[in-house]
């Protein structure tokens, strides 16, 4: 075996290790300017929403929740301030998250991932996490060096300090997640008095541990590895696409640049690298689109201030579309295309839903009625020569009001409706609580020629005749 035989697979086996290499922890440096702004606006108005939402107030009546937005998992129902969900209603939910599926898909055709750099849960807890861990630890270099110094005191103090504000940020999170779905106050005030149930805490204890590990630890690594968004955000993307990029064109041949040299015969870019080191992702944008930028924006602020320093005009990265940047490179001029094909086909498919979704709505009656007709037996003839059925029936009353409604059936001749139900109730004296479901058993009897089954329509109306509901059903006459 020859010596380049011999060495070929150490070789081998240092390439196979470099696909295994540590993950490099990126430490954004701190970044001033207008997206960072919009960033910080995004932030407070979003975390203002999610933590401050389970204590917004609604009068629905008496007995019933108070709380605006309240998912009741023990009375089945979910509330939205003055909607109403129930079990039966869960085609709305539905609805609303392909709703902001299509809407994701729309936006993102037309303005890139600006949906993933600012209003991303991951993106805004982490750059929540990252503000206390500059405050304590100071900006880029200094939480470099306190990374990869020893252990000292000081970096005992600040690690500690870092990961209990992290810790308590976690918490308070998942607390407001679990307000969500109970009494906000309630809740509040049986925690402080150590009075919680553990099917909560489990809950609160897992939520802390999964917010603290993503935005404390994993970072970057849910966009570029868990999200599946990042993976397929391309196929939404075509030339005309808002999304950040650098102008080769003109920041090529890029060096480093001391006052007073020429600008003749080079690039603007100057290599100064601000806009990676302040990439939440640790990418270098000069090297073009790549799946892991979320469109943040943060590179185009660093960009333009060194822009700004050296006197060189500012948009060297930038927000732009590649039909846009070409055009500039042949000297013409190509206007925004943001209505196009792809928009206006997302923008139909969301007003289609969206249509739909507020019909489900307005449309919704108050009281619902089901029926099921009994298996065993089909049909009973009774000695008289009468067809008997039987059927169990549901009635919803979505209002806030107790009801009797009135059962009546049409298809059938000289059709006699029996309810099975303790005290004196009959089809015109059906009782639902408010807010309820209530369940009854009927026979139905009636001189029906035995030949075919008949199809017959259930109709419950309420005494004030304000509500009506149908459902179409059969009798059976025979067996088949």
């Known amino acids: 075996m020859s010596k380049k035989q011999s060495n070929q697979p150490t070789t081998d086996n240092q390439s196979l290790l470099g696909y295994f290499a540590k993950q490099e922890k990126v430490f954004p440096k701190r970044v001033w300017g207008q997206y960072r702004k919009l960033k910080w606006a995004a932030m407070i108005v979003l975390l203002g929403i999610y933590y401050c939402v389970p204590f917004l107030r609604w009068e629905r009546g008496p007995g019933l929740p108070d709380q605006a937005v309240l998912i009741d998992l023990p009375a089945r129902r979910a509330y939205w301030f003055w909607i109403e969900i129930w079990p039966q209603e869960v085609f709305i939910l539905t609805g609303v998250l392909i709703l902001a599926a299509i809407a994701l898909f729309f936006i993102t055709s037309m303005l890139g991932r600006v949906w993933c750099g600012y209003a991303c849960p991951q993106t805004v807890w982490t750059d929540l996490f990252v503000w206390v861990e500059r405050i304590i630890q100071g900006d880029r270099n200094a939480r470099k060096k306190l990374q990869q110094g020893p252990w000292t005191w000081e970096k005992f103090y600040k690690l500690t300090v870092t990961h209990l504000i992290w810790l308590a940020i976690a918490w308070a999170t998942a607390g407001s997640f679990v307000l969500y779905f109970n009494d906000a106050p309630t809740l509040v005030k049986s925690f402080f008095e150590f009075d919680v149930s553990s099917t909560v805490m489990i809950f609160i204890l897992s939520l802390t541990f999964s917010t603290y590990l993503m935005a404390g630890f994993a970072r970057e690594q849910v966009c570029t590895y868990m999200c599946p968004y990042a993976r397929f955000q391309s196929a939404m993307f075509d030339k005309d696409t808002l999304i950040i990029g650098y102008d080769s064109e003109r920041g090529e041949t890029r060096g480093k640049h001391k006052k007073g040299e020429s600008w003749d015969n080079r690039g603007d870019c100057i290599d100064c690298t601000a806009c990676v080191q302040v990439c939440p992702t640790g990418i270098d944008i000069r090297d073009g689109l790549q799946m892991e930028c979320i469109a943040c924006g943060l590179c185009v602020d660093a960009c333009n201030n060194i822009m700004?320093?050296?006197?060189?005009?500012?948009?060297?990265?930038?927000?732009?579309?590649?039909?846009?940047m070409a055009a500039k490179v042949k000297g013409g001029e190509e206007k925004f295309k943001f209505f196009r094909i792809r928009t206006i086909y997302y923008g139909a498919l969301l007003c289609f839903v969206g249509g739909l979704m507020?019909?489900?709505?307005?449309?919704?009656?108050?009281?619902?009625?089901?029926?099921?007709?009994?298996?065993?037996?089909?049909?009973?003839?009774?000695?008289?020569?009468?067809?008997?059925?039987?059927?169990?029936?549901?009635?919803?009353?979505?209002t806030h009001d107790h009801k009797l409604y009135h059962l009546s059936v049409d298809g059938l001749p000289d059709a006699q409706i029996d309810v099975s139900a303790a005290g004196d109730i009959d089809a015109d004296s059906l009782y639902v609580p408010a807010d309820s479901v209530s369940s009854y058993h009927i026979n139905i009897r009636s001189n029906v020629d035995p030949d075919a089954p008949r199809d017959i329509v259930f109709t419950l109306e309420d005494h004030d005749q304000e509500v009506r509901?149908?459902?179409?059903?059969k009798f059976i006459t025979k067996r088949k």
């Open 358 to 398: 507020l019909y489900a709505l307005l449309s919704r009656a108050p009281v619902e009625l089901h029926v099921l007709h009994d298996r065993n037996p089909l049909f009973v003839q009774l000695s008289s020569g009468e067809i008997r059925n039987g059927y169990t029936i549901k009635i919803l009353n979505k």
């Open 308 to 324: 700004d320093k050296v006197g060189r005009p500012r948009g060297l990265v930038r927000y732009d579309t590649a039909n846009h």
């Open 469 to 473: 509901d149908t459902y179409d059903a």
